[in-house]
């Protein structure tokens, strides 16, 4: 891990910032030594971290497993970061009418590194849908909305954010360069990408590009559903819906 800084003084947020990243999807929960090791830092300093940040709820420890998690003080500042975010506002009542058109999932998403981090999503009047939890980060080369988003990059960017080798989730995943900038190429003529069951078989999502009054990519809307439903004869159609919905929240935007 990486601590110095520029900036005097600095250095013990910096690290502070790298205890609560730390904290993911795979590893919702540490003990204070693997936390040290992954980190990089000894474990009094490590120790000294965590007990000022579950001073100020941002750390719970469990005090029977002695294991610590984020806590209730992060909940409460992810919501004034959603609630804020002007770009989630001006898409929310424009998911909401592109789910209830289609019936599907509708979500937001935007380039998160080499994934796509789910901004918003309106869920489907489907018992199977494609819900995906607001938060969440997926593939970018395995999904519509990444597609989307890396197709607005340079090909040198590209290849600066994407893992060498792309790695596979089905045997539709898209992992050699020239597929994918084929794919990227198409997803540019047409004006949408499609994700056929290239991160989870049985999934089909399509996505459209949300631009702002510079006339830049900042963001993806799509649809996802199981291929049962979304079959090859509504790809159109569903298209369409969901590049009409793009196109509103881009003039939302001032397009």
């Known amino acids: 891990m990486t601590t110095t800084s520029p900036y005097p003084g600095t250095q013990s947020v910096v690290r502070a910032i790298s205890v609560l990243k730390a904290f993911t999807d795979e590893h919702p929960e540490w003990s204070l030594t693997p936390l040290a090791q992954e980190l990089g830092l000894n474990k009094a300093t490590t120790f000294r971290l965590l007990t000022a940040l579950e001073s100020e709820s941002l750390i719970m420890r469990d005090p029977q497993s002695e294991k610590y998690r ?3 003080a992060i909940v409460t500042l992810g919501g ?3 609630r804020a975010n002007s770009l989630r506002v001006v898409s929310q009542g424009e ?3 592109l789910a209830a058109e289609t019936n599907e999932t509708a979500s937001l998403e935007v380039l998160h590194g080499k994934e796509a981090l789910v901004l918003d999503e309106i869920a489907g009047n489907h018992v199977m849908t494609g819900s995906q939890s607001i938060g969440s980060r997926w593939p ?3 999904t519509s909305t990444g597609k989307v988003l890396l ?3 340079p090909e040198q960017r590209l290849r600066q954010v994407l893992p060498t080798p792309m790695p596979s989730y089905t045997p539709h995943t898209i992992t050699s360069w020239d597929a994918l900038l084929r794919d990227l190429a198409a997803t540019r003529v047409r004006g949408y990408a499609v994700a056929r069951e290239e991160l989870e078989i049985g999934l ?3 996505g459209a ?3 702002n009054h510079d006339g830049q990519t900042v963001a993806a809307v799509s649809i996802a559903g199981p291929t049962l439903r979304l079959t090859a004869q509504r790809e159109s159609e569903i298209a369409a819906l969901v590049c009409a919905c793009a196109a509103r929240i ?3 935007l001032g397009l």
Do not use: T
């Open 151 to 153: 197709a607005a990059l």
């Open 204 to 206: 089909l999502a399509i």
């Open 209 to 211: 590009p949300v631009l």
């Open 250 to 252: 881009s003039r939302r």
């Open 70 to 72: 984020l806590g209730p």
């Open 80 to 82: 004034r970061a959603l």
């Open 140 to 142: 970018a080369h395995a």
């Open 95 to 97: 998911l909401q009418a």
